[in-house]
């Protein structure tokens, strides 16, 4: 056996050099893999409080670190096409104590300590930072698209048209900026929606939140970027010309 071994050392040499090889590039694999999952920004866009239209809408940051939240769109797509809104500078309709948890009191009879609120004082946008870990919510989906009926010139009675028109999906986008990357990122998620009656149920489209980081997406952020910083400057200097 000795002497097998050391008529073919060359070739076992050459092959444990390659399964050493082998080892060490799925170890830098699995090393690569847990990087990028740390880095991969993650935005999460729930319903809180509720089940329906009144239902809070949840912006959560679930990344590493923190996310310049830029741009929040909506699409409201109804029986006539689809409407698209920028709802960042849209005043907050829900008082600071909407986050609070739990009882109104504690075990001792003490107020409940109540949780840093980040849109706590963004009384004209909902742009800003957003910590790791961290959440704000920008009103209730009813507050929506009674916003976007009320650009758009549709009268509302109650939570659907007033005419024959028919509403079928909200769908919230976010566009924000991670770390020191210089594209965008974004994630969006659709919520369907259902009248019955007295009242209007909203039901997430998809389990999860879908995440807007592939090369090609992040370049259609950023045309959208440009289109909705156009619109608002326009917004801005035709507020300035009416106030004149």
């Avoid at 809408?57 to 923190?66: D, G, K, P």
């Avoid at 507050?143 to 909200?170: F, K, N, Q, T």
């Avoid at 592939?214 to 507020?239: E, K, N, P, V, Y």
């Amino acid at each position: 056996m000795f002497e097998w071994l050391a008529q073919h050392r060359d070739v076992l040499v050459v092959f444990i050099n390659l399964v050493t090889l082998a080892i060490w590039l799925v170890y830098a694999q699995l090393l690569y893999w847990g990087f990028r999952r740390q880095r991969r920004p993650r935005l999460l866009i729930n319903r809180g409080k509720k089940r329906d239209i009144d239902a809070l809408c949840i912006i959560s940051n679930m990344s590493a670190e923190s996310i310049f939240l830029e741009y929040i769109v909506a699409d409201l797509e109804t029986s006539r096409g689809t409407i698209t809104v920028d709802v960042t500078d849209r005043e907050q309709q829900y008082s600071e104590g909407d986050e609070t948890r739990g009882d109104t009191t504690t075990h001792d009879g003490s107020p409940p300590e109540r949780r840093h609120d980040p849109s706590a004082g963004r009384h004209d946008t909902r742009q800003g930072p957003l910590d790791s870990g961290d959440f704000l919510h920008i009103g209730t989906f009813s507050g929506l698209i009674h916003s976007i009926a009320e650009l758009e010139g549709i009268e509302m009675a109650g939570h659907r048209p007033a005419d024959d028109l028919v509403l079928h999906s909200l769908t919230i986008r976010l566009i924000g900026i991670y770390g020191p990357e210089d594209m965008p990122v974004g994630a969006e998620r659709r919520f369907r929606l259902e009248d019955r009656g007295d009242q209007c149920a909203l039901t997430p489209a998809s389990w999860d939140t879908k995440r807007l980081a592939s090369w090609r997406q992040r370049r259609r952020l950023r045309r959208l970027i440009q289109r909705l910083s156009a619109q608002r400057t326009d917004r801005l200097i035709g507020l300035s010309d009416h106030a004149r």
